[in-house]
């Protein structure tokens, strides 16, 4: 098999194996690692359609890292894709109606789809760090829009050499997920509320990931930042694995037949789950159209439309506050292909979003995204469409999902031919489920997250996950507060313990 190596989106000199990209999370440069070839995988769809979610994953994942053994993958992804899941399947697909079909990815430790990529990237970075015999702990930042921090402290929780800090916007958060957060056991974990919004925080992780100073600093007490955030390619990669199970589940159960086309909605955010869709057409899945669903926040829909990306507008917290972002990182991967791979040019567009707080890709740029969709909902569409699914087709939509349903019936009404669709269901309606219940029922009220969710378990007959059950009677172990300015002081009295 080729190696592949890895290059930053900013500096073409600047490459590296996959594990090394993997410690290192962010470029030096302030770019992102991207895989500078795509790997070759033979999708023999006839035989895949009888492999395990594991299989697929050991394929897809051992397809781009390199550097990794076939035993090192194994090892990582029979650790991460285990009975944490409560579903079998992993990633189990329900069909919605007509030719819609539902991806769940909520089956993990946290009951959003985070937990497909968190669960294994533990693992992804302790192999990468016995492979480079590192000297210095891992400590990993994150800023978390609510789930990515529960995620990744769930499947870093006293892991050996590891420590985890999180960072949350107060009061911006649910009343679960909070909770998920503040209550999290293991010696190396933190969680900090800051006085201010998921891309401030996002923002000031960054910067102490590129400030030198700080790294020094760190060093010195016997640790090395690493990122779980999304923009970790040991989180996309990941990710890539099950838009490949999915296609071969659709064969599978004669959704389609092998080399026929599907369309693939997700809800987007940080735009690493619709990237992963992205990198799966590139090697090989017959996928046809992306369809990127956002709220409010409609930051990529312009984007899309229009070909200019604008961060100065209102910020909205909505009730799919997953995807409250006006900065989507993992976009800056996309910006690169559309560049011809030009470093140059994508530093270029990223410094003026940086430093003017937009940017206009060219037409030619432009002319490469026709397989792109992308379409807005409004806080009032999410629950009307949480309402209307529910009494067509008996699903309970959470609102990230019925951002991206309501997102696939806007662009039902545009396209000429219908393919079979899949549409990424990111969360449990458990983890939002007053939002859901009060979809459900207008006339309900609750009074709090836990009364709704006993409501919603009552309306629909699901089981509570159980580890939305455990949360009323776990105690709270974290409770610090920082203003922005203060999170590097935090981070080094975390690490000066
Ligand atoms: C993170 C998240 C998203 C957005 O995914 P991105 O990869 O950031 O685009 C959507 N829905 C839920 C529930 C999430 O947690």
């Known amino acids: 098999m080729s190696n592949i190596v890895y290059q930053s989106t900013r500096d073409h000199n600047n490459r590296v194996s996959a594990s090394q990209a993997i410690l290192k999370g962010i470029a030096e440069d302030g770019g992102l690692y991207i895989p500078t070839t795509l790997p070759s995988i033979r999708l023999d769809w006839d035989s895949l359609k009888d492999a395990s979610y594991q299989e697929i994953a050991k394929l897809v994942i051992g397809a781009f890292l390199t550097d990794f053994t076939a035993e090192e993958i194994a090892y990582c992804v029979d650790a991460a894709y285990d009975d944490k899941f409560d579903d079998q399947r992993i990633a189990p697909v329900v069909k919605l109606q007509d030719n819609a079909y539902v991806l769940e990815l909520f089956h993990g430790n946290t009951i959003a789809f985070k937990d497909m990529a968190l669960s294994i990237l533990p693992y992804l970075l302790t192999t990468a760090a016995k492979k480079h015999q590192l000297a210095e702990d891992i400590v990993i930042l994150t800023a978390t829009s609510g789930d990515t921090g529960k995620a990744a402290m769930a499947g870093f929780a006293d892991v050996p050499g590891t420590k985890i800090i999180v960072f949350y916007p107060d009061k911006a958060v649910s009343k679960i997920q909070e909770l998920q957060m503040t ?24 910067a102490m990931f590129n400030d030198v100073t700080m790294i020094e600093t760190v060093k010195s007490l ?15 990669v990941p990710q890539v694995a099950y838009y490949v199970y999915v296609y071969a589940q659709l064969v599978k159960q004669s959704a389609l037949s092998v080399n026929e086309l599907m369309d693939v909605v997700v809800p987007t955010g940080n735009f690493g789950n619709i990237l992963a869709a992205y990198y799966a057409k590139q090697i090989g899945t017959p996928i046809r159209n992306l369809i990127c669903a956002s709220n409010q926040n409609n930051v990529l829909v312009d984007f899309f439309n229009k070909g200019v990306y604008n961060r100065q507008r209102p910020f909205y917290v909505t009730n799919s506050p997953s995807m409250d972002i006006l900065v989507s990182s993992n976009l800056e991967r996309l910006i690169y292909h559309l560049t011809g791979e030009n470093t140059d040019e994508t530093s270029r567009l990223m410094q003026q979003l940086m430093t003017h707080g937009h940017y206009t890709i060219t037409e030619s740029m432009q002319h490469q995204l026709s397989d792109f969709f992308a379409y ?26 019925a951002v991206a349903v309501h997102a696939y019936q806007q662009y039902q009404g545009m396209i000429h031919e219908t393919v079979p669709t899949i549409i990424a269901a990111t969360a449990s309606p458990f983890k939002f489920p007053t939002t859901v219940m009060s979809a459900l029922d207008e006339t309900m009220c609750f009074a709090d ?49």
């Open 183 to 206: 209550t999290q056991m293991g010696e190396n974990t933190h969680v900090v509320a800051i006085k201010g919004n998921f891309d401030d925080a996002q923002t000031a992780v960054k």
């Open 222 to 236: 016997g640790y090395q930042f690493s990122s779980a955030n999304s923009i970790n390619i040991g989180r996309l």
């Open 376 to 401: 807005e909902t409004s806080q009032a569409q999410t629950i009307s469409t949480i309402k209307e699914m529910y009494e067509a087709t008996n699903y309970t939509l959470d609102p990230h999902t």
């Open 449 to 497: 997250d836990f009364d709704s969710v006993q409501q919603l378990h009552e309306q629909t007959g699901i089981a509570i996950p159980s580890t939305v059950a455990e949360l009323t009677h776990l105690p709270v172990r974290h409770q610090t507060v920082c203003e922005i300015s203060e999170m590097q002081d935090t981070v080094l009295s975390f690490l000066e313990d």
